[in-house]
């Protein structure tokens, strides 16, 4: 039997970035393995055709899939009790490619969206539910937290904020964490400006903002220092090939979202 789904605006992404990740890993030659996403695909009641048009939507997706499980596998192979903060999870998996890697697991995101991710993954100790938004300082007193290393996660949410959000968001982090290595992937402003999501055209889902470097975002974060920009031109060589030629040009690689690297000073 299948569910049906009732989302619009920016909880609707959700749904269309699982079809993506789903779609890739039933591919000959897949570039993510993410075997739940293709289970809860069959359990939703959803039309799917305005995602399977959007390949602009896919291709990010996948490679942003493909930076953010290297970066965060290979940062918790270094901390192996680390908690990690993934905000605005959706319907994100990661937490399940990653069994056995961190000592707790708290997956982040608004009510209405975590009413649909309940339904459908029952989650328990060490990964947490909690359904409140990243900038509602309150969130972070669900957290169990004793000085560990801490890695907050943070994909596919900076574009649809306020400024002023984006700030209150890292205020937050910096308030409650010690330590913190924060990766956030953000929208170059010209794409911002030029750019509409096709698969989610008719809903309520706009960009709103971009920043064009880990150095520009300290003047949002100041207490953040930027340690390394990596585009997700990274991730598109692995499945485009022409990427491995495209990427050399500055330009694309300007045009492509980026996830930033933050450490708190």
Same mark, same amino acid.
């Given at each position: 039997?299948?569910?049906?789904?009732?989302?619009?605006?920016?909880p609707?992404?959700?749904v269309q970035?699982?079809?993506a990740?789903?779609?890739e890993? @039933?591919?000959k030659?897949a570039?993510?393995?993410?075997?739940?996403a293709?289970?809860?695909v069959?359990?939703?009641?959803?039309?799917?055709s305005?995602?399977?048009k959007?390949n602009?939507?896919t291709?990010?997706?996948?490679a942003r %899939?493909?930076?953010l499980?290297r970066?965060?596998e290979?940062y918790?192979?270094k901390?192996?009790? %680390?908690v990690?903060?993934?905000i605005?999870c959706?319907?994100?998996?990661?937490?399940y @490619?990653?069994?056995?890697?961190?000592?707790?697991?708290?997956?982040i995101?608004?009510p209405?969206?975590?009413?649909? @991710?309940?339904r459908?993954l029952?989650e328990?100790?060490?990964?947490?539910?909690i359904?409140?938004?990243a900038t509602?300082p309150?969130?972070t007193?669900?957290?169990e937290?004793?000085?560990?290393?801490?890695?907050v996660?943070?994909?596919g949410? %900076?574009?649809?904020?306020?400024?002023q959000?984006?700030r209150?968001m890292?205020?937050?982090?910096?308030?409650?964490? %010690?330590q913190a290595k924060v990766?956030?992937?953000?929208?170059?402003?010209?794409v911002v400006k030029?750019?509409?999501?096709?698969?989610?055209?008719g809903?309520?889902?706009?960009?709103?903002w971009?920043?064009?470097s880990?150095?520009?975002?300290?003047s949002?974060?100041?207490?953040?220092?930027?340690?390394?920009?990596?585009?997700?031109v990274?991730g598109?060589?692995e499945?485009v090939p022409?990427?491995?030629?495209?990427?050399?040009i500055?330009?694309?690689?300007n045009f492509?979202?980026?996830?930033l690297?933050?450490?708190? @000073?």
């Amino acid at each position: 039997m299948k569910e049906k789904v009732n989302v619009t605006g920016v909880p609707e992404t959700m749904v269309q970035t699982l079809y993506a990740r789903a779609k890739e890993t @039933r591919k000959k030659n897949a570039k993510i393995n993410d075997e739940i996403a293709v289970e809860l695909v069959k359990k939703l009641d959803y039309d799917f055709s305005k995602a399977d048009k959007d390949n602009a939507m896919t291709y990010g997706v996948i490679a942003r %899939t493909i930076v953010l499980d290297r970066m965060v596998e290979q940062y918790l192979k270094k901390h192996e009790n %680390t908690v990690v903060v993934n905000i605005a999870c959706g319907l994100d998996t990661r937490c399940y @490619r990653m069994k056995g890697k961190y000592q707790r697991w708290y997956n982040i995101d608004l009510p209405e969206t975590m009413d649909i @991710r309940s339904r459908f993954l029952e989650e328990n100790d060490p990964v947490y539910q909690i359904a409140k938004s990243a900038t509602d300082p309150s969130y972070t007193l669900d957290i169990e937290y004793h000085g560990e290393p801490v890695l907050v996660v943070i994909e596919g949410l %900076t574009m649809y904020l306020t400024e002023q959000n984006v700030r209150k968001m890292f205020e937050i982090i910096d308030q409650t964490f %010690t330590q913190a290595k924060v990766l956030v992937e953000v929208m170059a402003p010209f794409v911002v400006k030029h750019m509409k999501e096709k698969s989610i055209e008719g809903s309520q889902a706009k960009f709103i903002w971009g920043v064009k470097s880990g150095k520009a975002f300290q003047s949002v974060a100041p207490s953040f220092r930027s340690e390394k920009d990596i585009s997700l031109v990274e991730g598109m060589k692995e499945f485009v090939p022409v990427y491995k030629v495209l990427g050399k040009i500055p330009a694309v690689r300007n045009f492509s979202n980026k996830i930033l690297i933050l450490n708190k @000073r």
